[in-house]
């Protein structure tokens, strides 16, 4: 069964610092990774998609990273602005997909506060 | 292009009673999914549905159950609610095949209180 953490839970930083929050997996047969951002009581915004047969994806200021045979990706944010303060939540499309049991399955999400 | 969209935002409830919430998809897929978010923890997967048939299901109970209709729209239901069904519940739409889909586009939930 596919299980999915993130380190670390909360993390505080001062505006312009740069970041890295982490993802882990337990199992390396994926079609696909991805991270969300999740604002207070609102619903999940897709930040970046990584299929698997890729390294990298970035967007901006966020670059997103997959290592599938160790089962961990890391989410980079460069030059933190208090707008990022939300929680993300990194999800993984477990293979095989006739394995009905399993639709994207959900780290607990990173609580990022970036102070002004 | 319209996105996903859910009703009713908010609801509040009472042990034992019934509940429908309502997705409706992104223009243009054909698959569906619901999940169930408590509070502080990611979001589990409860079943998903393709062309109007259950694609996959979760962990969950039989009372909760689903309809996904011809223009791919979705209710997710709960009898018999329990405490424990307090939670925020998400739809998302996708274009898929059945069995491989692309991204997933949430909706913005609905939030049950089931006292």
């Known amino acids: 069964k596919q299980e999915v953490t993130q380190i670390p839970a909360a993390l505080s930083v001062p505006e312009g610092e740069n970041l890295v929050l982490n993802c882990s997996f337990t199992?390396?047969?994926?079609?696909?990774l991805q991270w969300f951002r999740q604002d207070p009581g609102k619903g999940l915004t897709s930040l970046l998609l990584i299929q698997s047969s890729q390294r990298e994806q970035t967007s901006g200021r966020l670059n997103a990273s997959l290592d599938k045979s160790s089962g961990r990706s890391t989410l980079y944010i460069a030059a933190s602005q208090p707008g990022d303060s939300a929680t993300y939540l990194c999800a993984v499309d477990p293979l095989p997909r006739d394995n009905y049991g399993q639709n994207f399955v959900f780290g607990p999400g990173t609580r990022l506060s970036v102070l002004p | 292009e319209t996105g996903v969209t859910q009703s009713p935002t908010h609801l509040i409830k009472t042990r034992g009673q019934q509940v429908t919430l309502r997705c409706s998809s992104q223009?243009?897929?054909?698959?569906v999914s619901w999940y169930q978010q408590a509070l502080g923890q990611g979001p589990q997967f409860i079943f998903q549905y393709y062309r109007e048939e259950e694609n996959g299901r979760g962990n969950f109970p039989p009372r909760f159950s689903g309809l996904q209709f011809p223009n791919y729209s979705s209710e997710l239901n709960v009898n018999a609610l329990e405490l424990d069904d307090s939670a925020l519940y998400l739809c998302?739409?996708?274009?898929?095949?059945?069995?491989?889909?692309?991204?997933?586009?949430f909706g913005p939930g609905t939030r049950l209180l089931v006292l």
């Open positions: 199992d390396s047969a994926i079609y696909n």
């Open positions: 998302a739409s996708s274009l898929g095949s059945g069995v491989y889909q692309e991204t997933q586009y």
């Open positions: 223009s243009g897929h054909n698959t």
